[in-house]
């Protein structure tokens, strides 16, 4: 059979190419050549450790339900400190489980609190390593919520007082950057928290400080071992009435919005795994950096399934972190930190 190759190649114009013309598996032939094609990449430097710090002497305790995660006294930081600069990350978000508790959280802002003097130390041993100060009220206070409590007259019943909170927080956020820290990340989810921040910050001559925005906070079941790490969960109720409805998206739109036009710097989405529509939804809306936080749960999953070795942690980790790149996260905060990093580095 003789095939008349001009016309041929004329019935062809205009048709999409498929198989056989089009062979998607050529990109594949090898790891260089995937290598060369691949969309996105993750990277040490958009890693975000979190990091537990606590009073007392000779403190380093795991936490039961995040395995390979401690809390550390002041005293016994630097082993910590050093891992984690020598894995070449370059920020830490910082959390403080203090000795003392009261109803208005005021070792938040206390300026020789477990956060103010682990910051401090930590700036002067490692004056390149940015610190993020985890800004909120709920750990440090007695009855664990985010915010002032106060008792309705008519029946009893409590509530958060929205405005009053804020000006702990302010205070909080004050004196964690007169300590030294680089980038304050309030994660109280009151309204107007950026904007009375953002003053607050401005008129103590922190203009340069950056505010990272817990801006879309769920009220999540994937937070309990967090709960376990910084002894915050709430001794009474829940935190439905600040924290959103894990079924909403275009309530994250307005609450993006509303940090937006109040002065926050980075955006963040906390859960990350479950939510990574909400990653997306925010990175097609908005041109500042997005934070995903690759929270407890999500962690210790992982690490439940690797130790029965029903899962590849490092591959399950890596597909995870490369999955919130590409749903359009710059930064993650994880648990997985250093040990990505090391992945990452014996990669090379």
């Given amino acids: 059979m003789i095939i ?19 062979r998607h598996r050529r990109l594949r032939g090898s790891s260089a050549l995937r290598g060369m094609v691949r969309e996105h990449h993750v990277s040490v430097e958009d890693l975000i450790y979190p990091l537990f710090v606590t009073e007392g002497q000779g403190v380093k305790d795991e936490i039961t339900s995040m395995p390979g995660v401690y809390h550390f006294s002041l005293d016994l930081l630097e082993e910590e400190l050093s891992d984690v600069v020598s894995n070449g990350i370059t920020a830490i ?10 109803s208005c959280g005021s070792s938040a802002f206390d300026d020789n609190g477990i956060v103010q003097r682990a910051t401090r130390q930590i700036k002067a041993a490692y004056p390149e390593l940015l610190v993020i100060a985890d ?3 709920c750990q440090f206070t007695d009855h664990g919520h985010c915010g002032v409590v106060k008792q309705h007259e008519s029946d009893g019943s409590v509530y958060i007082d929205n405005d009053e909170s804020l000006e702990l927080l302010v205070k909080t956020a004050v004196s964690q950057a007169r300590a030294g820290a680089d980038i304050i990340a309030p994660s109280n989810m009151m309204d107007g928290f950026v904007f009375a921040i953002r003053a607050g910050l401005d008129d103590a001559g922190f203009e340069q400080t950056p505010i990272m925005s817990y801006s879309v906070k769920y009220a999540s079941a994937f937070y309990g071992p967090f709960r376990d790490a910084a002894h915050s969960a709430p001794q009474f109720g829940d935190r439905k009435t600040y924290q959103m409805d894990p079924a909403n998206v275009r309530e994250a739109l307005r609450e993006a919005e509303s940090d937006v ?16 529509d909400v990653i997306r939804t925010l990175r097609d809306s908005f041109d500042l950096p997005i934070v995903a936080y690759n929270v407890s749960a999500e962690y210790s999953m ?28 710059d930064l993650i ?6 040990d990505a990093a090391k992945w990452l580095r014996s990669n090379k």
């Fill in 93 to 102: 978000l910082l959390f403080g489980v203090p000795d003392s508790k009261d």
């Fill in 302 to 329: 992982v690490k439940a399934a690797a130790a029965n070795r029903w899962i590849n942690e490092k591959e399950i980790v890596m597909e995870m972190l490369v999955g919130f790149k590409r749903a359009g996260a």
């Fill in 261 to 276: 036009q109040e002065g926050a710097d980075f955006l963040m989405v906390k859960p990350a795994l479950a939510y990574m």
């Fill in 333 to 338: 905060i994880t648990y997985s930190a250093k």
């Fill in 4 to 22: 008349n190759c001009m016309e041929h190649n004329d019935e062809r114009k205009g048709k999409q190419m498929s198989y056989p013309i089009m």
């Fill in 135 to 137: 800004t909120c009220l």
